[in-house]
Antibody, heavy 118, light 114 residues
Framework: QVQLVQSGAEVKKPGASVKVSCKAS????????IYWVRQAPGQGLEWMGR????????KYAQKFQGWVTMTRDTSISTAYMELSSLKSDDTAVYYC???????????WGRGTLVTVSS | QSALTQPASVSGSLGQSITISCAGT?????????VSWYQQRPGEAPKLMIY???NRPSGVSNRFSGSKSGNTASLIISGLQAEDEADYYC??????????????FGTGTKVTVL
């Protein structure tokens, strides 16, 4: 069926990097953007950026410029989000989502909890 | 750019109608018809309820509707049911003063069914 399956929970130390994967199935991977959104514990949703799997082109929220990298591997229909120089307040659930050109997300992964702790 | 402004909480009785507002600016909500709404139940991923201001994805109840006036968008839930109790987030395409495009989310609204 149509779904996005994300990688499992991660525990990282401050200063480390984390790479979260998002595998698409049931639809044409290159036909939709992949968005990344995070949610800190008890907080709201925060857009991080999006990647066009067809071209590999990405757009990042200003806050994450230089700090996040979004890539994809079309051979396995998988998108990746790597966040570097982690701090404790990067502890959050990271969601990937399938989106349209008009900036809405119609299919969400179940989320990946990233915990940053010394 | 700041988050879009939503009321922290809205409550209503079973069967009642409620409206959740989402206030932005002419650089986001008011400037484009790219407003979407998401429902999030505890421990779950968000779910798309409305896209492009007023369009409903297949499978979403017609009790949910969306509209926009000026810089404020609204989500209306009619015939409130217990299963509607959740957090709701609006979102909009936005353009900054430096012509940088982004996606903004609202601050979120907790809906309680009395």
């Amino acid at each position: 069926q149509v779904q996005l399956v994300q990688s499992g929970a991660e525990v990282k130390k401050p200063g480390a990097s984390v790479k979260v994967s998002c595998k698409a199935s049931g639809y044409t991977f290159s036909g939709y953007f992949i968005y990344w959104v995070r949610q800190a514990p008890g907080q709201g949703l925060e857009w991080m950026g999006r990647i066009n799997p067809n071209t590999g082109g990405s757009k990042y929220a200003q806050k994450f410029q230089g700090w996040v990298t979004m890539t994809r591997d079309t051979s396995i229909s998988t998108a990746y989000m790597e966040l570097s120089s982690l701090k404790s307040d990067d502890t959050a659930v990271y969601y990937c989502g399938r989106g349209a050109a008009s900036w809405y997300i119609d299919l969400w992964g179940r989320g990946t909890l990233v915990t940053v702790s010394s | 750019q700041s988050a879009l402004t939503q009321p922290a909480s809205v409550s209503g009785s079973l069967g009642q109608s409620i409206t959740i507002s989402c206030a932005g600016t002419s650089s986001d909500v008011g400037g484009y018809n790219y407003v979407s709404w998401y429902q999030q139940r505890p421990g779950e991923a968000p779910k798309l309820m409305i896209y492009d201001v007023s369009n409903r994805p297949s499978g979403v109840s017609n009790r949910f509707s969306g509209s926009k006036s000026g810089n404020t968008a609204s989500l209306i839930i009619s015939g409130l049911q217990a299963e509607d109790e959740a957090d709701y987030y609006c979102s909009s395409y936005a353009i900054s003063s430096y012509a940088i495009s982004s996606k903004l989310f609202g601050t979120g609204t907790k809906v309680t069914v009395l």
